[in-house]
């Protein structure tokens, strides 16, 4: 496995899945803590953060499928999300290419979808929990996001009783801690 980026929390490699292009993110050892609770920790993370994950899928929050999960060795493969690009990069593109007036216009469309996203998670009460514009994957053609995004909205029901306060990722869709 190819070593991709590393954040505070777990490192995100790229490699294959049964011929499929493949992230497999791994939540690593922390020495500060005891061994026994680090493990247990880790462990209710990652199960938190899938089922977050399906929840997101399941109100039409598009999000990498989870192809396998090794909780022996903290990883997660998911599918890595190709011909994408995070929204800070895609933000900072904009802002070198346009002047500020065309900048704004040309970003207003993409702030409105995230906060659609959000509005969907927080009513099914799920809370990322590290939100920043480096934890997004803007994927395919915003327009297209944008309709499917206001689709899914319009059936998003309720919210449910289990509250997810971990950090968790998505789309408009998210690797966390590839920085």
């Keep these: 496995m190819e070593l991709w980026k590393q954040g505070a929390e777990a490192k995100l490699y790229k490699t294959n899945f049964y011929g499929k292009p493949c ?4 939540r690593f050892t922390k020495s500060y803590r005891h061994p026994i609770l680090d493990k247990s920790l ?3 993370r990652i199960k938190s953060e899938i089922r977050a994950m399906l929840r997101c899928r399941m109100n039409g929050i598009l999000t ?3 192809y396998f999960v090794n909780m022996e060795s903290s990883c997660i493969y998911m599918e890595e999300m190709q011909d994408s690009l995070t929204v800070r990069d895609h933000i900072q593109n904009v802002q070198n290419a346009q002047d500020t007036a065309e900048a704004i216009e040309t970003l207003t469309p993409l702030a409105d979808a995230i906060g659609i996203t959000l509005g969907i998670m927080h009513k099914q009460n799920i809370v990322h929990g590290d939100l920043t514009t480096s934890n997004m994957l803007l994927q395919g053609l915003l327009q297209e996001q944008r309709h499917r995004i206001k689709r899914c909205h319009s059936k998003a029901g309720g919210g449910q009783n289990e509250r997810s306060q971990e950090n968790h ?3 408009i869709k998210d690797y966390r801690d590839k920085n």
Excluded: R
Excluded at 23 to 26: G, L, T, Y
């Design 64 to 66: 990498p499928t989870v």
């Design 42 to 44: 880790t462990a209710h």
């Design 169 to 171: 990722g998505w789309m």
């Design 23 to 26: 992230i497999v993110k791994e």
